[in-house]
Structure formats: C-alpha cells, structure tokens
Nanobody, 116 residues
Framework: QVQLVESGGGLVQPGGSLRLSCAASASISTIYTMGWYRQAPGQGRELVAQITNGVVTNYPNALKGRFTISRDNTKRNTVYLQMNSLKPEDTAVYYC?????????WGRGAQVTVSS
C-alpha cells in the first residue's frame, strides 16, 4: 500500500486560505482516485474532494467554488487541496486517501482550524 503524508494544516482566520499537500511514498500515476476527506470533532468522516487520474474532479455541492483539488503525477507524487474563503465550520482533521483496486490508503491527517 502506498503511504501518504499530509502537510500544510494550521490555524487560519475566517476568510483566509490554506493549501494542503499529500505526499505519496510511491508513484500515484496509476492510482485511479486520490481524495481528501475531513472529520470534525464528534462527527463522521466526509468527502471533501476527489480527483481521478484522468483529472476528473468531484466535490460536494456545499464546497464547490471554495475548494480545489489537483494532483501531480510526476516525480512529486503529490495531491493538493487549495482551500479559500475558509469558515469556522471547515475546522477539522483533513485526511488524504488513495483508492484503486486493492488499494485504500489513508494518511494520518492534518489539523485545520479556522478561528479568529
């Protein structure tokens, strides 16, 4: 299984931006779906964004226009999540996910806190 490490989390004020990165231990060029999920305290894990290796993206309606996922299948083997116009309700631990036949890998998560 590919190992994933998230980075870029932190504390940001409402209305601010953050970019999360997810570095993979191996090539992700053949992994069909890379995604970001989040989990707020006391809540279940929810989808934030997905991108296929054909660069087709998928977002929940509530996040469209504020969040953007992208992937770099070259030597960087990294997936990004650009988050703009952040709100306090975006506060959560954000997890990177790699999914394909026989693969379902998760990172350890990155804390994002939106607060003034």
């Amino acid at each position: 299984q590919v190992q994933l490490v998230e980075s870029g989390g932190g504390l940001v004020q409402p209305g601010g931006s953050l970019r999360l990165s997810c570095a993979a231990s191996a090539s992700i060029s053949t992994i069909y779906t890379m995604g970001w999920y989040r989990q707020a305290p006391g809540q279940g894990r929810e989808l934030v964004a997905q991108i296929t290796n054909g660069v087709v993206t998928n977002y929940p309606n509530a996040l469209k226009g504020r969040f953007t996922i992208s992937r770099d299948n070259t030597k960087r083997n990294t997936v990004y999540l650009q988050m703009n116009s952040l709100k306090p309700e975006d506060t959560a631990v954000y997890y990177c996910n790699a999914r394909d036949y026989g693969i379902n890998s998760w990172g350890r998560g990155a804390q994002v806190t939106v607060s003034s």
